[in-house]
């Protein structure tokens, strides 16, 4: 009756008020949002071509023609058949009559390579370990909710800061003026650089924790430390250990470069291939890498599916 009443007095209903409000709100916001977008898009493009033209993406250079002459091209456009005549030079010579004797002599320093190739994964695994608890230990310090105070927070993500920001081959150089050249000094780069990138991680993780379980070790008389290794580090074991796998993954490849300043691995090897133009010497070492970082995933991904449980729900 009272409906009836409103509709015949040619007042709305309260309910179909509401509504009406909240399709207007609805409707503003959905246009400031739209033009949220469009100003964000403006000023994506603009710094986007900003910075495509100061890494001379427009750049204009002269390239020489198959006639001998020489003409101004735009460098993107010239500079893709470069890539692919170096690419060429890096395929050997296959053919299936002397497939073997192609390979062995595509191969040829393989037991050379071979020895170095079991010191890059030495020197990523022991960097591995080192990031680890270097990451592990300084990342609960480092979570906004597990910090013991304001300054341990900041001293801690600086630290961290400062240990990922310097890139491998710069601490490489820094610890092999300080050890001279070996595998110690790649050692010490790649795992104070795997410190910094995974104590970010780590204590990204732990800031996204239930923080109830701290709080009843907490009020069982817990120290800090009995609440973060009673009520933390079991809920954040699972993603250290798949960003621990990921990362050793990702120093395998590291540890395989900064031999080019003398930290030991197939580094140096890339650097003698590289200086004597020898390419196909450069691809050989790139397929050697390739294949021991696919088994490495291969391996990691299945190490972590096991540790988690994920093995025996798919069996």
């Not at 379980?213 to 008389?221: D, I, N, T």
């Amino acid at each position: 009756m009272t409906a009836t009443a409103d509709i015949a007095s040619g007042s709305r209903p309260q309910g179909t008020g509401a509504i009406a409000d909240f399709e207007i709100a609805f409707a503003a916001r959905r246009r400031r949002m739209r033009t949220s977008w469009a100003i964000g898009a403006i000023l994506f493009l603009i710094v986007f071509a900003f910075t495509s033209w100061i890494g001379d993406f427009f750049k204009v250079t002269q390239v020489s023609m198959p006639d001998g002459s020489r003409e101004w091209r735009w460098i993107i456009p010239a500079g893709i058949p470069r890539l692919g005549e170096f690419i060429e030079k890096t395929i050997p010579a296959l053919r299936w009559d002397t497939l073997g004797v192609d390979i062995a002599e595509w191969f040829w320093r393989w037991q050379i390579w071979m020895g170095l190739l079991f010191e890059t994964i030495l020197i990523a695994f022991m960097a591995t370990v080192l990031g680890v608890i270097g990451g592990f230990v300084l990342s609960f310090p480092a979570a906004r909710n597990l910090a013991p105070n304001r300054w341990v927070l900041l001293i801690t993500r600086r630290y961290l800061e400062i240990a990922r920001t310097v890139p491998e081959l710069v601490w490489a150089l820094i610890f092999v003026f300080c050890f001279s050249v070996g595998p110690m000094a790649g050692v010490l780069a790649i795992g104070l650089h795997a410190t910094g990138a995974l104590g970010k991680l780590y204590s990204e993780v732990n800031e996204n924790i239930d923080m109830r379980p701290l709080e009843g070790v907490k009020a069982a008389g817990g120290t800090w430390f009995d609440q973060v290794r009673y009520g933390a580090v079991p809920q954040v074991l699972p993603n250290i250990i798949s960003y621990t796998l990921l990362r050793f993954e990702i120093n395998v490849r590291a540890s395989s470069i900064i031999g080019y300043v003398g930290a030991g691995g197939l580094g140096q090897e890339f650097r003698v291939a590289i200086s004597f133009q020898e390419y196909t010497d450069l691809s050989a070492l790139f397929v050697i890498i390739f294949v021991t970082v696919m088994v490495i995933d291969y391996g990691s991904e299945k190490l972590r599916h096991r540790v988690i449980g994920l093995g025996e729900r798919t069996s």
